[in-house]
């Protein structure tokens, strides 16, 4: 198809390039600088959609984000669902369709890179409008840091919908100098295809960026396809327009139908005539040049249609001029059309009633309502709208500090105010930056404006086609009419939001951009109240749809959350090792050789350490040095035990509670000195409890003289486990004597190896005999080898975390937040041992003493064994009463806990579990059931301790 | 002139999705009542729960001299405001009781109300991400059997199976371990049900009174003896307050100190989508909990900020993250886009449980700290409140959840595991 | 999002802090002679007003650092911003 309905020149397109583009499966041209919508108009194509409740054509009704008609879906170069036609601009290979309300998501992933850049400016100026611009210009020349943003592909705003000249010459000649001079201050950052989507506090901008879009098939693949801004502008400039509005009346979503503005955009920017044949229906002055230049296009104009009984004297003059007919005092009631309007009905109007209905014929209806201030961002940032009645609009009501609205988005009509309002809005925000504004500050001279006759406020025609507004549409994209708003104020609803939920009006893609004010109104209305008593609904981010990709950003994959590594990690993946995610760490869950599953691998590495010798990266323990005359004061009020009577050189376990004295996280603590400890905490608690010491130590305890810093990054960790562990250890470090008497349990040594520190403490995490060898991370990989190497008689076995966990749930150790669930006391645990009873007082202590922490039912952390030897329960396992009868009753049954570890002992020869189980104590003896996969299997409950209770393996 | 009817359109030329839109809503609604001087009970809220307490007083107690007082527009807080996930699978006995109880009034409600509410029982996937998640869950799962709450535990090909557009792979930052599976669960209209409840109370001569804000209470010893609002004093014979995030505002008033703590939290949809997502996903590790909705739109919850706030907005850095953990989970999400966001004021309790039952007034019910639960429980808890009322004794299913809990210490901690540490 | 204004550091991005709840809530002196109740409402009860709110923050991506604000809970506005050694500013 050739494209008919272009004009032979103008327009901001290239016509030297024609781009192929296919629609609903028809190949189309175009050229660059078209949208899809312009490029559809220019080959005679209106209808792009249907409906999404009645499945009625929908056409192209605006020419940029307010259009609530052209929904289309993009196929190629990639599936994007719900854009509108008139906001993508076309590029060679564009692929798309007319949507049925609601779009496709690709069913294969999104290939394209997201990104997100913080600016922080004086002056951020949205939109690059005359109002904008001039506002830029301001900030810019007097040395702001401005940064302009604007949502087009160009910067001009409504000038490059015109013929507006500034200076004597056509107003785009302003607009390039002006963007050239804005471009030689270096300060100035100037963003065309950005859309401010949001707005916040303190100045908080977020803004879209399209980098790639509009490139198509030949996007660089190394650019972000789009860009989050986040600006953080001490003063926002909203420069952000106005949109028109239309006027309802039946069948008013007939394609062909457009708002008047739009169709001067389509002819001047993108050289588009959207018909052949218009009429234009209006309630002011300014869609009079939509007609005149449609006319001076060569557009038949068959009437002006005026809403307001004089009309507009000047206005009905310049038609005279021009030959077009002009009917005052009349209104469009109806359309007529196959898919297309073919006709406008038109009849006479006054005093609110409809006289009879003349048709007559058009291909091209445009409408004009007024304006609405895009007030959009405004409203986000919680400034409070006023209602104006003479334009039937809303507008900034007040204001807001860091904010400034100019330009018609403040309600400024005319070209040469819009200008006078820009500077003024950049002057007001300079001078709230104690800027002075530089002299040669100059406005471009603009005609003087015309005094437009008063606008008519008339938000609908009365349906005088016997539908009574059931084809009256408010809100294009929901199908929600005149009669739907009807139907939700008969049945009671008083409230704009009630109605919007009735009718769904503003909720679609345009969210009510169109619809939003025209609904305020028309209830107002039928309620017979003021429009301001209705107000508006919220206005809510985002201004435009944003994809959820450019939201997420870089954080997708291995950045969406840091992956933390030992300084051994790739030593663990040559090893073979399976990883286990522990909070951010990535942690070897244990060291699988040719052919053996994770069950015989532990059982493997439990064995070793038990009999032999094992090793384990405990790298990622959080390390905690706490320095100070008052280090032992905090950790006696910290921990539940005695931390003071530590000595130096000695290491002590510990355990910490909340206020409410259940236990948040356990470690050893080592006594470096009289005023420095290290503590140990567990991987996943590391941070928290950092947080947790400098909370108290500086909020409650500021008199205390103590500091806590993380150096879990400064240690790298490694226990060698097992009756061998000492021939290893004594091997590795031969000036250190590794004798029980010399070197006791639950002590540290400082020692070098080949001049690097090295410090060695006599923990156990597993009952055996076992040194911890810590050491700056630079040197972790050489020392674990020397350590692997000496153990190499013994047949050392690096062991991963589940071993790790059978060898301490062998011994009734816990482990924090899977033996307990932030309900379990010290006491539950059995560690009343570790619970001072000297100190006066602890975090947590006058918890204990509360009512329900005597209750006998508590639960407390037992052993279970299986009866039949053989079954490992799996963990989270409930646990209920013996039945006899070996069945379950209905339910509910009464629980009495739940398998919180459980594995399958080398040492013991059968499975185990550890278990929180009301009164377990008591219970040590009896037999309960354990509900697994439909039967029921009988287990003995146990003390927790399994292997080795008296503790003789310790010392080797 | 002819005029061209929606039922005798030109039949398009794309077909449209079917259930891409929602049945129509009921002609009448109900009165806004002018508030009389004087009712046997006054709920003050005119949420879901208000709604819901109303409507069980007229239907099960056969008790209508009641007002139903809210301060904005009926249903326009967090009933507005939520994700209208509805699931009963929680861990400890108290709370599973009381959601199953209103799970299975859910189940009727349509029904009962005579009102389209769109109850959908599409199930929900809890989905685990490491070891302890997994053991939380089989936890949770095997809890849920016992107590007669029906649950499965997953593993990811099932889960794949029930939800294919999930990342299942392991090609993603804390891939999915399995994921608990209640069938049951689902996701309802929530003006729908919220207006369901008003216009069976309405029906019943209860008055629904708007635009009407408590001020103060009067009271006389240990009973109040009446609100004072913006439209005047009324008389009251018991006063339940059900105003969820607002409910410190009138505790104040009262002298009473409850502990719960009012943060934003923010929900977002996108625009309308052919169904790509069959049941309800929700992550705690991969922060998500998302649903397709009605019309096509994926409506999600976004975790709650930090601080405390009456602001109904949160801050957009929680919305990014959202959309990250979105995208992660689901990749084929990438090129959906946000619409529109939003936020409700959650109620939130140290044990992030209710607080439900007596306070110091002997004729002042308390109804609040449902943090973020409070929607599906709505027909539970009005059922249970309209009962406590009408009988003044707590309900069993809400006695578990009094005040004084706090003192005792026999807390119903719903907040699980911590993370996991060793 | 806002700009949180740190005592020690200046403004700064709101993702750097984080909420410490109520401020000026001291830990009892001598938690072993308070009743249960008493106990309770130190551990779990916590002012909640709609408008002006003494609170803690922590500047914890930053200098670690604790301290009190006075903010609106209803605009989210920060009053001021005060140490924790300087006494809680005298409200109009």
Not at chain 1, 625 to 631: H, K, L, R, S
Request: with cysteine; net charge negative.
């Amino acid at each position: 198809m050739s494209t008919l309905f272009r004009t032979t020149s103008g327009g901001r397109i290239d016509r030297a390039t024609t781009v192929e583009f296919t629609f609903d499966g028809q190949t189309l041209t175009g050229h660059p600088g078209d949208t899809l919508a312009s490029a559809l108009l220019a080959n005679g194509r209106h209808v792009v959609a249907t409906s999404v409740k009645y499945g009625r054509p929908r056409g192209i009704a605006a020419a940029w984000a307010e259009d609530p008609g052209g929904l289309v879906q993009v196929e190629e170069p990639f599936p994007e669902p719900m854009l509108l036609a008139t906001t993508v601009e076309l590029f060679d290979g564009l692929a798309a369709h007319g949507l049925p309300g609601q779009g496709r998501l690709a069913d294969v992933p999104d290939s394209a890179r997201y990104d997100a850049v913080h600016a922080h400016v004086d002056v951020l100026v949205v939109g690059a409008g005359p109002a904008g611009l001039a506002a830029a210009l301001t900030a810019a020349r007097a040395g702001a840091r401005v940064t302009l943003v604007d949502e087009q592909s160009e910067a001009g705003g409504s000038l490059l919908g015109g013929t507006d000249r500034l200076d004597g010459a056509p107003a785009l000649q302003w607009v390039a100098a002006a963007v050239a001079e804005l471009a030689r201050h270096p300060e100035v950052l100037h963003l065309q295809r950005t859309t401010a989507f949001g707005a916040y506090d303190d100045g908080f901008v977020l803004a879209l960026e399209r980098r790639t879009d509009h490139l198509g098939t030949a996007a660089p693949k190394h650019l972000s396809r789009q860009r989050v801004w986040r600006i953080r502008a001490r003063q926002v400039v909203l420069a952000t327009g106005a949109h028109e509005r239309p006027v309802v009346f039946a069948d008013n979503d007939r394609p062909g139908t457009m708002l008047a503005g739009a169709a001067r955009t389509f002819l001047h920017r993108y050289g588009v005539l959207p018909g052949r044949e218009a009429v234009v229906f209006t309630t002011d002055d300014t869609a009079y040049d939509a007609a005149l230049d449609l006319h001076a296009a060569g557009v038949r104009v068959q009437a002006v249609v005026d809403a307001r009984p004089g009309g507009s004297p000047q206005r009905r003059e310049q038609c005279e001029r021009a030959g077009i007919r002009v009917l005052s005092g009349a209104v469009v009631t109806g359309t007529r059309g196959d898919e297309r309007v073919t006709h406008a009905l038109v009849a006479p109007f006054a005093g609110g009633e409809v006289g009879a209905a003349g048709a007559i014929g058009c291909d091209l209806l445009l409408v004009s309502g007024g304006w609405n201030p895009a007030v959009h961002l405004f409203s986000q940032v919680r400034g409070r709208l006023r209602y104006d009645a003479g334009r039937g609009a809303f507008l900034p009501g007040e204001e807001l500090d860091g904010v400034v609205v100019t330009g018609s988005a403040a309600g400024v009509a005319d070209l040469a105010g819009c200008l006078a309002d820009g500077q003024r809005g950049g002057r007001a925000a300079l001078a709230r930056l104690d800027i002075a504004p530089t002299a040669d500050d100059r406005l471009p001279a603009a005609p003087d404006p015309v005094v437009p006759a008063a606008p008519l406020v008339l938000w609908r025609v009365p349906d005088t086609s016997g539908a009574e507004g059931a084809t009256s549409f408010v809100d294009l994209q929901r199908d929600a009419t005149v009669a739907d708003i009807a139907r939700a104020v008969g049945a009671g609803l008083r409230s704009i939001e009630h109605v919007k939920r009735y009718t769904t009006i503003g909720t679609a893609h345009d969210q009510g951009k169109t619809s939003g004010v025209l609904t305020s109104g028309i209830v107002a209305e039928l309620l017979g109240v003021p429009v301001q008593d209705t107000g508006t609904t919220t206005f809510r981010p985002p201004y435009t749809p944003v994809a959820f990709a450019a939201l997420a950003g870089r954080d997708r994959g291995r950045l969406f959350d840091p992956e933390r590594v030992t300084a051994l990690h790739d030593w663990h993946v040559a090893a073979g090792a399976v990883f286990e995610d522990v909070g951010q760490w990535k942690r070897p869950r244990h060291y699988p050789r040719p052919g053996e599953d994770m069950e015989a691998a532990v059982l493997r590495e439990c064995a070793a350490a038990r009999t032999g010798v094992g090793i384990l990266d405990g790298s990622t323990l959080g390390k905690i040095d706490v320095q100070g005359p008052d280090a032992a004061v905090l950790l006696d009020r910290l921990y539940t035990n005695l931390m003071s009577s530590l000595k130096v050189g000695s290491v002590r376990y510990g355990v910490m509670c909340g206020v409410d004295g259940m236990v948040i996280d356990d470690g050893t603590v080592l006594r470096l000195a009289e005023d420095r400890f290290l503590l140990l905490t567990t991987t996943g608690g590391a941070a928290k409890v950092l947080d947790w010491m400098e909370e108290w130590a500086q909020t409650e305890w500021p008199d205390l003289r103590v500091h806590c810093t993380s150096v879990t990054e400064q240690w790298s960790t490694f226990p060698v486990v097992g009756p061998r562990s000492r021939d290893v250890i004594g091997a590795v470090f031969p000036g250190v004597d590794v004798s029980t008497e010399a070197f006791p349990f639950m002590t540290w040594r400082d020692t070098t190896l080949d001049g690097v520190p090295v410090r060695l403490a006599r923990i156990s995490f597993s009952g055996e005999l076992a040194f911890e060898v810590y050491v700056n991370p630079w040197y972790a990989v050489a020392v674990w080898e020397r350590l692997l190497e000496a153990g190499r008689p013994y047949g050392i076995t690096p062991y991963g975390t589940e071993a790790m966990h059978v060898l301490r749930a062998e011994k009734g150790y816990p482990i924090i937040g899977q033996d307990t669930d932030g309900t379990v006391t010290p006491h539950d645990l059995g560690m009343a041992w570790a619970v001072s009873k000297k100190k006066p007082d602890f975090i947590g202590k006058r918890s204990f003493a509360r009512p329900a922490n005597a209750d006998p039912l508590r639960k407390q952390l037992v052993g279970l064994l299986p009866v039949d030897r053989e079954t490992v329960l799996p963990e989270g396992s409930q646990i209920v009463e013996f039945r006899a009868d070996g069945r379950l009753p209905a339910p509910p049954v009464p629980m009495l806990g739940h398998v919180t570890s459980s594995y399958r002992s080398a040492e013991l020869a059968r499975p185990f579990a550890l278990a929180l189980v009301k009164g377990g104590r008591e219970r040590i003896g009896d037999t309960v059931h354990v509900p697994v996969g439909g039967t029921l299997v009988p287990v003995e409950v146990t003390g927790s301790v399994l292997v080795d209770p008296e503790g003789a393996r310790r010392d080797g | 002139m002819t005029v061209q009817s929606p039922s005798t359109a030109r039949t398009p030329r794309t077909t449209r999705t079917p259930g891409a839109d929602l049945p129509d809503q009921p002609d009448s609604l109900w009165r806004s009542a002018e508030p009389r001087r004087s009712y046997d009970v006054v709920i003050v809220g005119g949420g879901g729960h208000g709604l819901a307490t109303a409507h069980y007083l007229a239907k099960d107690h056969g008790i209508t001299d009641v007002a139903v007082l809210e301060k904005g527009w009926l249903a326009g807080g967090n009933m507005a405001r939520n994700t209208t996930i509805i699931r009963s699978n929680y861990l400890w006995d108290e709370s599973s009781a009381i959601y199953e109880h209103a799970l299975q009034l859910w189940e009727g409600l349509e029904e009962d109300l005579g009102y389209p509410i769109l109850f959908s029982q599409r199930g929900v996937l809890n989905l685990a991400h490491t070891l302890q998640d997994v053991r939380d869950s089989v936890r949770r799962v095997e809890a849920n059997r016992l107590n007669g709450v029906d649950a499965e535990w997953l593993e990811p090909d099932e889960v794949r199976k029930v939800c294919p557009v999930v990342n299942t792979s392991a090609d993603i930052r804390y891939p999915v371990l399995g994921a608990t599976y209640q069938p049951r669960a689902g996701i309802a209209k929530h003006d729908h049900v919220a207006w369901g409840f008003a216009r069976r109370a309405d029906q019943a001569g209860i008055d629904l009174v708007q635009d009407c804000e408590v001020t103060g209470f009067a009271s006389d010893g240990d009973r109040v003896t009446g609100v004072h609002t913006t439209r005047g004093t009324i008389a009251a014979g018991t006063v339940a307050l059900c105003a969820a995030g607002s409910t410190s505002v009138l505790t104040d008033m009262l002298g009473i100190r409850v502990p719960i703590q009012s943060h934003p939290l923010q929900a977002l949809v996108s625009e309308l989508l052919e169904p790509v997502h069959p049941t309800v996903v929700m992550s705690n590790a991969v922060h998500v909990y998302v649903s397709q909705a009605h019309k096509g739109e994926l409506v999600m919850g976004a975790g709650v900020d930090s601080y405390n706030g009456y602001g109904q907005r949160g801050a957009f850095h929680v919305i990014e993250r959202q959309m990250a953990a979105a995208v992660e989970l689901f990749p084929v999400f990438a090129r959906a886009h946000l619409l529109r966001t939003w936020a409700g004021i959650v109620d939130t309790s140290p044990d992030a449980s209710p607080i439900v039952g007596r306070t110091p007034y002997e004729n002042v019910w308390l109804n609040c700290g449902w943090g973020t639960g409070g929607f599906k429980a709505t027909p539970g808890i009005g059922s249970a409140l309209a009962h406590t009322i009408a009988s003044g004794e707590p309900h069993p299913l809400v006695a578990p959840f009094s005040l004084d809990r706090f003192v005792s210490g026999a807390l119903v901690d719903e907040h699980g595991a911590a993370a996991v540490a060793h | 999002m806002q700009l949180i204004a740190c005592p020690w550091c200046g403004p700064r991005e709101e993702v750097e802090f984080s909420y410490g709840g109520q401020a000026h809530v001291p830990y009892p002196d001598s938690p072993a002679e308070l009743s249960d109740e008493e106990w309770a409402h130190y551990v779990f009860f916590r002012d909640n007003p709609r408008g002006r709110f003494a609170e803690r923050w922590n500047h914890n991506a930053g200098c670690r650092r604790w301290f009190n604000a006075i903010r609106d809970t209803s605009t989210y506005r920060f009053e001021s911003v005060y140490r924790l050694d300087d006494p809680k500013p005298v409200t109009p």
